[in-house]
């Protein structure tokens, strides 16, 4: 089973890079599973109901969210409805939604989609991740009800992000990170097969700050004040994330980085 994450999708050009390569991406590299994180497609805060059906319609398998998860409040209603959208699962347990779904794929394989959130540097704490995914992972067994767990852990702390894929190594099939939008070198499989990058990166426009228009970022930096919402920068934007091929065992065999159009583009498949 080959696996395509991509990481933070940050505003309309994020999700316009998606909608017009995601099905080539897919047929060019063979692709049968592709998630996305998009809890910053709608404005750069959050996803509209609307955005997310549009990218599901284009050929998204699942979507994971974030901190921003319900930034845009008709989530919150939608999200219910919606099987493959997956929240963080270490939010609150009152919060709509599921923190890990397990999706059927047409060739008949299972794959658990999971995301935690981290503690360190957040914006609020919230539950241990580890705890929580530790407990989710009791129901499934790789190779026995489950063909590959995935786990998006949207952290801003490159030590916790590290830490948790260490600590599941060999009990889930990937661990990717999320939420800096800065993709990292580090792709690799660790000792027990999980497949591991700290950060995906963000599908957006890198000639910003982190996907934002510069001018707000930079005077907040230089000034203390704020003039103005953070705005999404509407340059042509990078597919960022990482794919994976995943065994019979449900382990990591061969993994590498995914860098497709735009700035940073290091794929050559135009």
Known sequence: MRILFLGDIVGRTGRQAILANIETVRDKLDIDFIIVNAENATSGA??????????????????????????????????????????????????????????????????????????????????????????ELRKYNLNGNVNAIFVDAHAEATSEKNALAQHFDGRVSMVVG??????????????????????????????????????????????????????PACGEATLSGLIADIGSDGLAEKTMPFRYKGLLNQQGMD
């Open 46 to 135: 959050g996803l509209s109901s609307n955005h997310a059906t549009e990218l599901l319609r284009a050929g998204v398998d699942c979507i994971t969210l974030g901190d921003h998860a319900f930034d845009q409040q008709e989530m919150v209603e939608y999200i219910e409805k919606e099987p493959r959208i997956v929240r963080p699962l270490n939010y609150s347990k009152s919060a709509p939604g599921s923190g890990a779904r397990l999706i059927n794929l047409h060739n008949g394989k299972k794959i658990l989609v999971a995301q935690v959130l981290g503690q360190v540097f957040m914006k609020r704490p919230f539950s241990d991740p580890f705890e929580a995914l530790d407990f």
């Open 178 to 231: 999320t939420h800096t939008h800065v993709p990292t070198s580090d792709t690799r499989i660790l000792p027990k097969g999980t497949a591991y990058q700290t950060d995906a990166g963000m599908c957006g426009d890198y000639q910003s700050v982190i996907g934002m228009d510069k001018i707000e970022p930079i005077r907040r930096f230089r000034t203390g004040m704020t003039k103005e919402r953070f705005k």
